[in-house]
Structure formats: structure tokens, C-alpha cells
């Protein structure tokens, strides 16, 4: 019987790479976005040689009750991928109220509530995936990004709580961490601070969106089925 997998955030740069490799692996998939609907349009092209249901969602999860658009518009489910997000980098101290609340709706509040929607129909089934696209800085924390920060270790604390609630229940709650990945995200980082940052990571490169999916794909298989409240980190060795 396939299976049926949420991915949020699927017209960026990880979320299309999860989407690509949990169709390869025989999801069929809800694919969220906000505004790209050109990348949605080119992910389903490339998803058509796979034989699953791909359905597009619109939602803004920035929005108090985005959620409840894209929780309605889903049925069976499987996993839940938590990989919306947008970044912030600035000085604490110029930091606004309404940047500290869109990221916190983005990347704690809209996970929370569209998780609890999407919860009963797992725990009626006795099975069930939810995972996070966190980052390494909710472990570690970065200057000038001390809301993103903040929320990623938001994440990670939900993972780690929520894991313990759902176990008996047969659903795995896990996250994966990324360090510096080569997407639309570092866009703001000029060629010569790029350098530095491969010049800090032991593997010496930048991760790929694939190196973040098939962690995904791993965590979600029945591989790691005795896995649960852990956050894997994929970082190259930057942070240990």
C-alpha cells in the first residue's frame, strides 16, 4: 500500500531534493509551497517519471491560520517533513517585533498546530513519521542570526519532547541538522565568505540539498525503526 508523505516548503532547494528521493522510494506526496508556483510546476515534471500522486498545496504558514489551508487538503498520511523556513541575519539589537513573529510562526507555531491537526489520523493508523529540517545553529547558535537560532532550537526541543509522547504510539519523531547547505539561502553570502565557510568545514564543500534527502529518506525507512527523538546532524564535520 504507498504511502503518503507532507513536504513543506517543497519548492525550495532541500525541499525539492526530499520530494525527489521519497518519490524515488515510492511516496506519493503533498507538496506544499507559498509564492513558487514555477518551481512547483518543474518539480512535478520531474516527479512524472515515478508512478505516485503528486498534489500541490498553497499555503502560507506565516499566516496565524495557514495551517488549517493545508492541513484540510490533506487525507492519508504517513510522514510529515517540517522543512518550511526563511532566515533572518541582522544584529540582535535591530531586530523588529514583527521579524521575531513571522519566524516563530514559520518555524514553530505553523509546525505545532499542523502537526496536532495531522496527529489523529497517525495515531488512529499506530504509525507514523514527523520529522524536522532544523539546522545546525539551533545547536550551536550563530552572531547575527540569533532569532533563526532561536526557533531551529525550538525545533529540536519539540523533537525531543514530542518523540517521548508518541513512541508506544509506533510514531518516530526525529529532525536532521544541516550545516551550510548550497541553496537560494546563502544567496546573501558574497563568493569570498563562502570561501571562508568551506575553509572552517572539515569535508572542505558546501552540503547539496541531496545530502540532506537522504538522511530523510534514511530516518523515514524502516531502517532506523528503533530511532526516535534524535537530531542527525549533516554538517561535514563543521560542528561536533
Excluded at 545553529?137 to 529540536?156: F, H, L, N, P, R
Aim: aromatic letters at 8%.
Amino acid at each position: 500500500m504507498r504511502k503518503y508523505a507532507l513536504v513543506t516548503g517543497s519548492s525550495g532547494g532541500i525541499g525539492r531534493a526530499v520530494a525527489k528521493k521519497l518519490a524515488k522510494d515510492g511516496y506519493s506526496l503533498y507538496l506544499h509551497y507559498h509564492q513558487n508556483i514555477q518551481s512547483i510546476r518543474e518539480l512535478l515534471e520531474e516527479l512524472s517519471v515515478y508512478e505516485g500522486e503528486y498534489i500541490p498545496i498553497q499555503a502560507d504558514l506565516s499566516e496565524r491560520n495557514g495551517y488549517k489551508k493545508l492541513s484540510e487538503n490533506i487525507f492519508s498520511i504517513d510522514c510529515i517533513i517540517h522543512n518550511s523556513g526563511i532566515s533572518h541575519y541582522g544584529l540582535f539589537v535591530d531586530t523588529d517585533l514583527d521579524t521575531v513573529e513571522n519566524l516563530l510562526m514559520v518555524h514553530v507555531t505553523s509546525p505545532i498546530m499542523l502537526t496536532k491537526e495531522l496527529l489523529p489520523k497517525m495515531i488512529r493508523q499506530q504509525s507514523g513519521n514527523i520529522l524536522f529540517i532544523t539546522s545546525i545553529w539551533g545547536q550551536t547558535g550563530a552572531a547575527c542570526e540569533a532569532i533563526y537560532s532561536t526557533v531551529k532550537g525550538a525545533q529540536i526541543s519539540l523533537v525531543k519532547s514530542l518523540s517521548k509522547e508518541l513512541a508506544l504510539g509506533g510514531i518516530r519523531v526525529n529532525g536532521v541538522a544541516p550545516g551550510a547547505v548550497n541553496t537560494a539561502m546563502l544567496e546573501h553570502f558574497s563568493e569570498e565568505d563562502l570561501d571562508i565557510i568551506k575553509g572552517d568545514i572539515p569535508m572542505g564543500r558546501l552540503a547539496e540539498p541531496e545530502d540532506i534527502a537522504e538522511s530523510v529518506s534514511f530516518l523515514l525507512s524502516e531502517k532506523a525503526g528503533y530511532i526516535t527523538g534524535q537530531i542527525v546532524s549533516v554538517n561535514g564535520g563543521w560542528y561536533t
